[in-house]
């Protein structure tokens, strides 16, 4: 039986559900949102509907009156991308609602997928709907040894806690084939599962890398809106993150193209082939990958103001990750996989260009201690932790 681990944003969803008549739960599939939905259903009064089971949807032929007889509790709506016809009806019932002071806490609509949603909500929910994201595990939520093995793995809860490496790599690809076999086809795209998955491995060789879409396009032997089309659907399922370059006016040639990371660490060494520690390590890939975790590490835990780029010059100053806090002051992040972290000139020229408030070099070590020059070294679960607590 699979335990339970408590989830970080759930006070984040209560409080918004206090807030607003619906919250959006957004996250890749078998992240853990229906697991977490249910929990919060089982703290009140609430009734759970699956909107990929045509007995659920059946319910639903006459959402209205279904959905009316159930304005004491609070619904859940799972998959509900898969309704986008729903959202009117929503709309409607949430205003009537609240002409009876029936105001907070009516919907909790869980999905798959941001750009469905997304627009469909925009359309006809602005104003009445929060949203919030749910990723894979992170160093919060796991095992404070296991940070290790949350990289190598990954966080999606079935991976993570497999009994053995060798179960969780077979999960992972499994999870990799039922994304491009059957839940991308539901969503309408008509891309071969070949070709995204081709392009998809091909985003973790470059794990951190900036975004050269005319190489991409070449080894796939398409064009470049191709490659940009294929991109989206990939960041649009929260599979991929396009994290954007710094736009600090500092006079300087700064780079424009985006970093691309690949979300889930487990799924960029499944993707390559690598399935436990060692086969990870001796992988030029590794780097990368420890940058890509650190990053949704920090991203998981931040509160919802806190804005993520990254900083490089055509000179070589750089920095890894900028985060713009609640307030406009700026940390600077620097990632390194080692155990004795370094510290090259292009970090120290962008430190006196961007002048952040606080400076970080994150490594693979626990131990805290400061560096010299009002930069301190970090584990990734401390900073994460600050992070969050901003």
């Not at 879409?213 to 070449?218: F, G, I, T, V």
Request: glycine share 10%; net charge positive.
């Amino acid at each position: 039986m699979t335990r339970m681990i408590p989830r970080q944003k759930t006070s984040l969803i209560l409080a918004r559900l206090h807030q607003f008549p619906a919250v959006a739960l957004l996250g890749p599939r078998q992240a853990g949102k229906t697991t977490l939905a249910q929990q919060i259903g089982e703290g009140r009064p609430s009734v759970y509907l699956d909107l990929e089971d045509p007995a659920d949807r059946e319910k639903l032929a006459d959402a209205a009156l279904y959905l009316a007889g159930h304005e004491d509790k609070l619904v859940i709506l799972d998959e509900v991308q898969r309704a986008p016809e729903l959202f009117q009806t929503l709309r409607g019932l949430i205003d009537k609602g609240r002409q009876r002071k029936i105001k907070t806490g009516r919907f909790l609509l869980l999905g798959s997928a941001s750009i469905d949603l997304l627009r469909q909500s925009g359309e006809s929910l602005a104003g009445r709907i929060a949203y919030v994201e749910l990723g894979p595990f992170n160093v919060l939520e796991a095992d404070g040894d296991a940070h290790e093995k949350l990289w190598i793995r990954g966080g999606f809860p079935d991976s993570f806690l497999a009994e053995t490496d060798k179960a969780s790599a077979i999960w992972r690809e499994n999870f990799i084939r039922t994304y491009l076999e059957r839940d991308i086809p539901q969503l309408g795209p008509r891309v071969p599962a070949e070709t995204l998955r081709r392009f998809w491995t091909m985003l973790a060789h470059v794990q951190a890398g900036t975004l050269n879409a005319a190489q991409l396009a070449r080894g796939l032997g398409v064009d470049g809106k191709t490659v940009a089309r294929y991109l989206d659907l990939l960041v649009d399922l929260l599979l991929v993150r396009r994290l954007p370059p710094s736009h600090v006016n500092v006079g300087k040639r700064l780079v424009k193209s985006p970093k691309v990371y690949v979300r889930d660490s487990g799924i960029v060494h499944t993707l390559l082939g690598l399935d436990h520690r060692d086969a990870v390590l001796g992988h030029p890939v590794a780097g990368g990958s420890w940058e890509g975790f650190v990053v949704e590490n920090l991203l998981s835990a931040a509160p919802e103001r806190v804005n993520a780029s990254f900083y490089r010059t055509a000179a070589g100053a750089e920095v890894d990750l900028v985060l713009e806090m609640p307030g406009g002051s700026l940390w600077a992040v620097e990632i390194k996989r080692g155990l004795r972290p370094t510290l090259d000139k292009g970090f120290h020229h962008a430190r006196e260009t961007l002048k952040p408030a606080r400076s970080f070099v994150v490594y693979s070590g626990e131990e805290r201690y400061p560096k010299g020059e009002g930069v301190e070294v970090i584990g990734v679960r401390d900073l994460t932790s600050l992070v969050a607590g901003v």
